[in-house]
Every structure is written in structure tokens, then in C-alpha cells.
């Protein structure tokens, strides 16, 4: 049996570009990392965000090492020894990197022999059947699946819950997944009804209850009946993140808050979500900080900036790594 699915093209919408998901690199998926780059991978101290969740922490070739901390989208938070960022089984609970997830999780394999995929437990068992053309995992209880072409869902059980007739589909997010059919994007529920039919270009999954659409070059967010709550009229979005998104407007960018009110002037060559109260910024292509009232408080002096976590961000200044707290200080 071969290990973790190797595939592109299983696609998310998200901020207005395509990500591929479900595209494993030495057992970690693509995400977003602030950090060392060395020998074509991660290596060395940095921040990987990966759906909601953030590791903090030491990397050697991809890998989450050594002491370092995990803070989940749920909002749990792990600190400890990490050892190779791998699954293992302990006193017959589920273990990964050091911290316990759930034991009846269930991880997508393709068989060697057939080229079919299915599901296996922690234990290698088999829990679905290698049926399917494609499979991602689960979350929220649904697990996208291909079969001839077009992608569906199954549950735990493996029943396909969403028949196979879209051409792209998200990951379930608040209970609700995005669907292409024929260029076209979509919102779908746990019961496969359609919210709002495939017309946008592009949609966002949902986040703090609002969803990014875009149509004909201009970007907007709808609420989860399926009405756009902020019209359509900005160039770019970011999602909503501490109750504000960023926006491109003019080629400039800001923030608006969940009524369409733009709190902060569209004024920055690029913007982050919020975090902790602050988001980085970019003047140029120097980074800084400002606050959740619209305040520079960490001016755009570095060559990179990531995200604050637990009061401190990394922040990189002529090829130098550093930390700093929320005033700017640097610290250890």
C-alpha cells in the first residue's frame, strides 16, 4: 500500500486564487511558512499555517521538530517535544507530533495496485474500500472523493453522502463546502442543496460567517443564506479574520468590518488578517504592523513579517531572523 495521496488539483477557492490542497510534501500539505528555506524545504526556525492551525516551532526537511508549540483552530493549544511529525499509536490513542487527535481518524490512501483510493485508520486497517479515483480527508465529517472526473462526498461509513457531479469542490468549512460546475462556483450544505447556484468566479469558503465572492473582476462577501451582504465593488479580499477583511480597492488595500464599512483606508500596498489584535502591512517592500484601530504600531521597516502568536511575531531584516513584541521590542 502506498502512502499519503500524491496528487494536484484537488481544488479550494480561497482570497481569489486557486490552492491546491491535498498535496502532500514529506507527510506535511501545502500551507503558508514564515521561515528558513534551506536544501529546497523547510528547515529551520519558522511558522507554518495549515488550515486554521499554526506550528510554531523548529522544522528539519518539512518536518515539525523538537520543542515547539501547536495552536489549533478550536483553540487548543499544545506546547512540548515534538519528534519527526509523524502519527504514531501510544497506549492505544492517536498521537501526532506529540499531541492526541482523534483515535477513529481516518487518512486517505491510494492502493499501489489498483491506482484506487480509500480510507485507512491509525492502524493501517481498512475502513473504505478503494473505490475512488481521488480522495481527500475528512473534515467536518465529509471527505471529498473523485470518481470518473467529478468529485462528490462520502461519510465515515462510506456512504456517498453528495453524489460525484462537480468539477472542483472545497473542504467543508462551518458546514459548507464550494462547488464548481462549468467554470462556475458555488455553495453547497452537508446536504448537498445548493445555497447558491455555480454563477460567481470565485468563492472563498466561509469564515467568522461571511464568504468572499467575486464576479466580473469585482469581489464582495454573501452570508450563509446565500445573500450578498457586501456588495460587489472591491478588486481583491482577504477573509474575515477578528471581524474585519481586508480589501483591494484602487490597487491600494484596507479593511472593511462585517458591514461593508471600510474602517481602515485602502492605503497599503498589501495587508494580512488580523491576529492577536494586529495585522502586518506592506509599504513598498517593507513590512510592519498596525493595529485593529488603523495605528502604525510597528513601522514597515523589515523585509518580512508573520503572524503574532502568544504576544510575539518573526519578523526578518537583512537576512536576519528576529522576534518582536507587539511595541516592537525584540526579544528572546
Given at each position: ?6 496528487k ?31 536544501n ?8 507554518l ?38 502519527l ?9 507530533g ?5 483515535a477513529d ?43 470518473g ?6 461519510s ?17 468549512s ?8 462549468d ?18 468566479d ?22 450563509k ?8 465593488k472591491f ?7 477578528e ?9 491600494k ?6 458591514s ?18 494586529f ?19 510597528i ?34
Open positions: 500500500m502506498a502512502g499519503y495521496i500524491l494536484k488539483g484537488f481544488l479550494a477557492k480561497k482570497n481569489g486564487r486557486v490552492i491546491n490542497r491535498n498535496v502532500y510534501d514529506n507527510g506535511l500539505k501545502a500551507g503558508t511558512y514564515t521561515g528558513d528555506i534551506k529546497g524545504g523547510m528547515n529551520g526556525f519558522g511558522v499555517k495549515l488550515n486554521g492551525d499554526e506550528y510554531n516551532g523548529s522544522f528539519i526537511n518539512n518536518k515539525f521538530q523538537g520543542n515547539g508549540k501547536y495552536s489549533c483552530k478550536d483553540g487548543r493549544i499544545y506546547e512540548g517535544e515534538y519528534n519527526n511529525g509523524a504514531v499509536l501510544i497506549d492505544n490513542k492517536a498521537w501526532w506529540g499531541m492526541e487527535v482523534d481518524i481516518l487518512v486517505p490512501y491510494r492502493d499501489s495496485e489498483s491506482g484506487k483510493c480509500g480510507f485507512c485508520n491509525i492502524k493501517d486497517e481498512v475502513v473504505i474500500d478503494f473505490i475512488f479515483d481521488f480522495a481527500g480527508e475528512f473534515y467536518e465529517g465529509l471527505a471529498g472523493v473523485e470518481i472526473g467529478k468529485y462528490g462526498y462520502v465515515k461509513e462510506g456512504n456517498l453522502v453528495i453524489p460525484c457531479e462537480y468539477d472542483e469542490i472545497s473542504d467543508f462551518q458546514g459548507f463546502a464550494v462547488v464548481e460546475l467554470g462556475k462556483s458555488g455553495i453547497i450544505n452537508k446536504l448537498g442543496r445548493l445555497i447558491t447556484i455555480c454563477i460567481y470565485n468563492i472563498s469558503t466561509f469564515s467568522e460567517g461571511l464568504a468572499g465572492v467575486k464576479s466580473k473582476g469585482k469581489c464582495g462577501f454573501l452570508n443564506s446565500g445573500e450578498i451582504t457586501i456588495p460587489l478588486e481583491s479580499f482577504h477573509d474575515f479574520s471581524s474585519m477583511a481586508g480589501v483591494k480597492l484602487y490597487g488595500w484596507g479593511f472593511v468590518d462585517k461593508g464599512d471600510l474602517i481602515i483606508p485602502c492605503s497599503y500596498d498589501y495587508v494580512s488578517e488580523f491576529c492577536e489584535g495585522a502586518t502591512v506592506c509599504l513598498g517592500d517593507k513590512f510592519g504592523y498596525i493595529s485593529s484601530e488603523g495605528a502604525i504600531v513601522p514597515c521597516i523589515y523585509d518580512t513579517a508573520g503572524y503574532f502568536n502568544n504576544g510575539k511575531a518573526f519578523v526578518g531584516l537583512n537576512k536576519i531572523q528576529l522576534s518582536v513584541d507587539c511595541q516592537g521590542n525584540y526579544i528572546g
